[in-house]
């Protein structure tokens, strides 16, 4: 929002997190359903074309999506574009998953979970980052329900560990232990990590909500922990945003956005197609 940071780039500019995030609800509304090879199109346009960015260029991208990049470019399919070894449990499909989980908000649990892990095979397809994208998209459905932050959460919590209760993912849930174990809103600041690492994001980012009273206090937090601070943002506003709603983010913050009306337009075309709102 200040700009001219640690890329350089003025005021208003989101980065790839965001970027990948618009051609996902391009794609959810230009196709008015979840179409895997269109959205793979559409990050190939990306990363060509510099298609959903801020200023017509790519500024970042994380390794483990440029690899799925390049594979797509060469023919593999996109449910196999993804690396599946633990070392690429980055988080570049968590921050992109958002519009994955409002488009089946109103869809079974299960349902959810499957269009959640098929998002995130594009580029991630350990089931480790399969399931963060999945628990994350089962708290945005329970927060768009209009349940607090922390009824939503053990929600979401009780509905992923009944699915996941089975191989290969039962041994992921290790690393979901301190999620699972209803303390998460008891730890300090100190206790947070804000890594590039898939579970770092995703806690960092569900803490944030729990201990926050609004959008602005939940992204601020989310960004002065440090570290990816673009992603934690990114991730920990999409859930203050489903909550406290667009009229929550303040005036200031959208009016320097490059290419607001852009942005406006594109989800006006996603909310008119969203099944949230048949």
């Not at 509304?29 to 190939?44: E, G, K, M, W, Y």
């Not at 303390?183 to 960092?204: F, R, W």
Request: net charge negative.
């Amino acid at each position: 929002m200040r700009g001219f940071g640690t890329h350089g780039q003025p005021p208003g500019t989101w980065s790839d997190d965001s970027s990948l995030l618009l051609c996902t609800v391009d794609s959810l509304a230009t196709c008015r359903q979840f179409d895997v090879n269109d959205l793979a199109d559409r990050f190939l346009r990306w990363g060509r074309d510099g298609y959903c960015t801020p200023h017509g260029q790519i500024f970042d991208i994380g390794i483990a999506t440029s690899d799925a990049l390049a594979d797509l470019k060469n023919g593999v399919s996109p449910e196999e574009a993804g690396r599946a070894d633990e070392y690429s449990n980055g988080n570049g499909s968590l921050m992109r998953i958002l519009p994955v989980a409002l488009w089946f908000s109103k869809a079974k649990p299960g349902e959810v979970i499957v269009f959640a892990q098929c998002a995130s095979s594009l580029t991630h397809r350990h089931p480790r980052s399969q399931m963060a994208c999945a628990l994350y998209c089962l708290l945005v459905r329970a927060l768009v329900q209009g349940m607090p932050p922390g009824k939503a959460w053990s929600q979401a919590v009780d509905a992923f560990s009944a699915h996941y209760d089975r191989p290969p993912y039962v041994a992921e849930r290790l690393h979901f232990r301190l999620i699972e174990s209803g303390k998460l809103a008891e730890q300090t600041e100190q206790d947070i990590d804000s890594s590039g690492y898939v579970m770092h994001t995703l806690t960092a980012a569900v803490w944030c909500l729990l201990t926050s009273q609004s959008f602005e206090e939940t992204v601020l937090k989310a960004v002065n922990l440090g570290g990816d601070t673009d992603t934690t943002g990114c991730v920990a506003g999409g859930l203050a945003g489903a909550y406290y709603g667009l009229a929550s983010i303040p005036s200031d913050w959208k009016s320097v956005l490059a290419r607001h009306a852009d942005i406006e337009s594109m989800f006006a075309r996603f909310f008119e197609q969203l099944p949230i709102a048949s």
